[in-house]
């Protein structure tokens, strides 16, 4: 699925939170909605976040979602990177992880009586003392290594209710209410298969409830047949887009097509 920028938790009387969708769109990671702190324009290519989502997901206890923290910048922005743009080199990809970063730690606010927050999925067999950092391919003499991320960080998800990426409703554009959108679905490639997207989707419907959503939304990548298969596993179904509607879009490489998609907030 695709969708907005990463972000940290926060209440709508707060000042700080963090916040882009899975296959989803890319420009959709932990923060607001927030464009490259660069000029650079990301280069096309294959995203291969959240491509591996399980068909037959099995709960790994080792793993427990909770709401990004500050240490967690460094790896949400590698995990992010990795994900959504697998084919860039070094030092190009270092400098997107860094961009990545410097927008989760200046991306902390979203509009008066909006949610945002960014949710990880932790594995804590993974988490040592040491942080490491790959940049580039190891095959080409230009790879470098950084100590810089722990690798406990598995995958992420960003759900919010700002409605960047939901139609306005009325003639004066009014933002839409009552609807978490999520985005920027990404799990790491050695973790997938081990039902982590299905349970970051699920925390997510967690906090939209308690929120007081009363419906999700997403955009997926038509050909992101994992991703749609979860998703509609999940509830979701398909939103017809009316012909010539001009609603919002996550941003990302030339040509891409995306299913909108909804599913109703059920109580309990």
Not at 133 to 143: K, L, N, T, W, Y
Not at 250 to 268: D, E, H, T, Y
Request: charged share 20%; net charge positive.
């Amino acid at each position: 699925m695709v969708a907005p920028a990463l972000s940290l938790s926060r209440s709508p009387s707060s000042s700080v939170s963090s916040s882009p969708v899975d296959r989803c769109p890319r420009s959709t990671a932990v923060f607001r909605r927030y464009g490259p702190s660069f000029a650079y324009k990301p280069a096309a290519g294959i995203c291969s976040a959240s491509q591996a989502i399980e068909l037959l997901p099995s709960l790994y206890p080792q793993i427990v979602v909770r709401d990004a923290q500050l240490e967690d910048c460094w790896e949400v922005a590698d995990t992010h990177c990795s994900s959504f743009f697998p084919d860039y080199k070094f030092p190009l990809d270092l400098v997107l992880r860094i961009d990545r970063y410097i927008a989760l730690l200046s991306g902390f606010s979203v509009p008066p009586g909006c949610m945002r927050t960014c949710l990880v999925a932790v594995n804590s067999n993974s988490v040592n003392n040491s942080f490491n950092i790959e940049c580039g391919d190891p095959r080409d003499a230009g790879f470098q290594k950084y100590n810089l991320s722990r690798g406990s960080i598995a995958g992420i998800l960003t759900i919010d209710t700002v409605a960047d990426y939901l139609p306005r409703r009325g003639h004066l554009k009014q933002r839409r209410t009552g609807i978490a959108y999520i985005a920027n679905v990404a799990v790491r490639k050695e973790e997938r298969r081990k039902g982590i997207a299905k349970m970051l989707v699920q925390e997510a419907e967690v906090r939209a409830r308690s929120w007081g959503c009363r419906t999700m939304a997403l955009h997926c990548d038509v050909n992101n047949i994992a991703a749609l298969h979860l998703y509609k596993n999940q509830g979701f179904k398909c939103i017809r887009v009316p012909e010539g509607a001009k609603w919002p879009e996550p941003n990302i490489a030339k040509g891409v097509q995306f299913s909108f998609m909804m599913k109703l907030v059920p109580k309990i």
